[in-house]
């Protein structure tokens, strides 16, 4: 568990790292952190350096000022640091949109992106204005009870029935992360920038892949965003939903391969 001290900030990022070969940077979703990536750390450390760090305040890292474009930067710094000149950067959901935030201000980073179960648009009022019914139910009860009321949308009725043991984990790293940080987290989703005027820009090879089943980022939004990067190509993940590196760890490392080699 490797700690990577960012000399501008000032700020220590935690991060586990696994394999040789071309960089491969996994940004994690909300709630959860970098173990959530434990199935590519271990299935793709034969084709890339993976790289998996817990952004500020998740995880092993410490808490930071948390706006998707800061923590944009803050991996920018955190590659630089690494002696990382260009990595295929892979986010899932909030990681993605980090990743994207990166390719509009940092795209001299990225090798290849990978954009998984997210999407480019931000939120409508009504979705805002759960935001902050999250945060106060989050100040109030923890993030365990959150991310319990979360968890039927965020994986597939088909994962409930048959993989429980992958629900169980993702609770279980879910009610690990700090009220306060999954809190300044929840604010910093709502407010988020738009990201759809820059997909036109990215001139890097692109993989979309979301969840057959995903709620929270359906198939119709990864198609959208899939349709506005050019060369991109999309991949939909039989049997997932929302986390769909977890729910079908081998059908989503197979994705990254064919997308790698
Ligand atoms: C995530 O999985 O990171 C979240 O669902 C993102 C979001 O709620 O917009």
């Known amino acids: 568990m490797p700690l990577c001290k960012l000399p501008a900030s000032g700020l220590t990022i935690n991060y586990d790292e696994a394999g040789s070969g071309p960089p491969l940077l996994l940004l994690h979703a909300f709630p959860l952190d970098r173990t959530m990536w434990e199935p590519q750390l271990a299935?793709?450390?034969?084709?890339?350096?993976?790289?998996?760090?817990d952004l500020p305040g998740f995880g092993e890292s410490p808490a930071a000022p948390f706006t998707i474009e800061g923590?944009?930067?803050?991996?920018?710094?955190?590659?630089?640091?690494?002696?990382?000149?260009?990595?295929?950067?892979?986010?899932?959901?909030?990681?993605?949109?980090?990743?994207?935030a990166l390719a509009r201000t940092h795209a001299d980073k990225l090798a290849g992106l990978i954009?998984?179960?997210?999407?480019?648009?931000?939120?409508?009022s009504a979705a805002k204005?759960?935001?902050?019914?999250?945060?106060?139910?989050?100040?109030?009860?923890?993030?365990?009870?959150?991310f319990e009321g979360m968890a039927p949308k965020v994986m597939?009725?088909?994962?409930?029935?048959?993989?429980?043991?992958?629900?169980?984990?993702?609770?279980?790293?879910?009610?690990?992360?700090?009220?306060?940080?999954?809190?300044?987290?929840l604010a910093a989703l709502r407010d988020r920038p738009d990201a759809n005027a820059g997909l036109n820009d990215i001139a890097v090879p692109t993989l979309v892949i979301v969840g057959e089943h995903d709620g929270i980022t359906p198939p119709l939004a990864a198609a959208?965003?899939?349709?506005?990067?050019?060369?991109?190509?999309?991949?939909h993940i039989p049997g997932a939903g929302h986390l769909s590196n977890s729910e079908n760890a081998e059908a989503f490392n197979e994705a990254v391969k064919a997308f790698l080699l």
């Open 115 to 124: 954009l998984a179960d997210t999407r480019a648009g931000v939120d409508d």
């Open 156 to 185: 597939s009725e088909s994962t409930h029935a048959t993989k429980p043991e992958v629900v169980a984990r993702a609770k279980a790293i879910a009610a690990k992360q700090p009220a306060a940080s999954v809190a300044a987290a």
């Open 224 to 235: 959208n965003l899939s349709a506005q990067i050019r060369g991109s190509t999309l991949v």
């Open 129 to 146: 204005a759960n935001r902050t019914k999250a945060v106060e139910l989050v100040n109030a009860q923890g993030t365990a009870a959150l």
């Open 71 to 100: 923590v944009a930067d803050l991996v920018a710094e955190f590659l630089g640091a690494l002696n990382v000149p260009k990595a295929t950067v892979c986010g899932l959901s909030m990681g993605g949109y980090v990743a994207l």
């Open 43 to 53: 299935g793709l450390a034969d084709v890339a350096r993976v790289i998996a760090p």
